[in-house]
């Protein structure tokens, strides 16, 4: 079964410090794997999208990394702001051989930072 | 990209009764996807919307329980039909810039529904 896994669940720091969010996957075949951000009462937004032969992308404060042989994948925030308390959505794509690409959505880790 | 409003933001509904969800789209989009968060799950796909024929829905979801509409390029409705609380949800409404092509997926922000 293709799997999406997220860690941590929940995850409290202070404002200005640095944090990385996991996410494992079984997903296969791989076609691409995009980080999103909830806020409270939103809709998830795209922070950045990675397809197989990428290890990296960054999307001003936010670096996502991709293993694609250990199918592990790590959303790195840089200085963090009170802006940043979200959720943080992890989804990978898969493409079946001849059909569409399906997505897999992770349960999210949930960041709070303080100020 | 695309720009996605919903209508209601949330809800309270009395079990039994069904609600109906507003998508709007603020461009022609071929493909509206309907999704449920539940509190602490990830999203699931409830169903696949095109224009001009019938929803194409997920394993687990039927049409008599979610009715879906799209009578056009840009909007599309959702109905939860004979409520109970274990419908208590936020439902997104989605649409992709190049449905099925792993392009970029944009949401709306979600209809916060509470079933008492």
């Known amino acids: 079964k293709n799997q999406v896994e997220q860690s941590p669940q929940s995850l409290i720091i202070l404002e200005g410090k640095n944090c990385t969010l996991q996410?494992?996957?079984?997903?296969?075949?791989?076609?691409?794997l995009r980080w999103y951000k909830q806020d409270t009462g939103r809709g998830p937004v795209s922070l950045t999208i990675m397809t197989f032969s990428e290890n990296t992308k960054s999307n001003g404060r936010y670096t996502a990394t991709l293993d694609a042989d250990t199918k592990q994948s790590s959303l790195h925030i840089t200085a963090s702001q009170l802006s940043d308390s979200a959720s943080y959505i992890c989804v990978v794509s898969l493409q079946p051989s001849g059909g569409s690409y399906i997505p897999t959505f992770g349960r999210g880790t949930s960041l709070i930072v303080h100020p | 990209s695309a720009v996605i409003s919903q209508k209601p933001s949330r809800d309270i509904c009395q079990r039994g009764t069904s609600l109906t969800i507003q998508c709007q789209v603020d461009s022609q989009v071929t493909m509206m996807f309907w999704y449920r968060q539940q509190p602490g799950q990830s999203l699931t796909l409830i169903a696949t919307a095109n224009q001009g024929s019938e929803a194409t829905y997920e394993s687990g979801f039927v049409i008599d329980k979610f009715p879906i509409s799209r009578p056009n390029l840009t909007f599309s409705t959702l109905t939860v039909s004979n409520m109970s609380p274990e419908d208590s949800s936020i439902y997104l409404c989605?649409?992709?810039?190049?449905?099925?092509?792993?392009?970029?997926?944009?949401f709306g922000p979600g209809t916060r529904l509470t079933v008492t």
């Open positions: 996410c494992n996957y079984t997903v296969s075949p791989f076609s691409n």
């Open positions: 989605s649409v992709e810039d190049d449905p099925g092509q792993g392009g970029e997926q944009y």
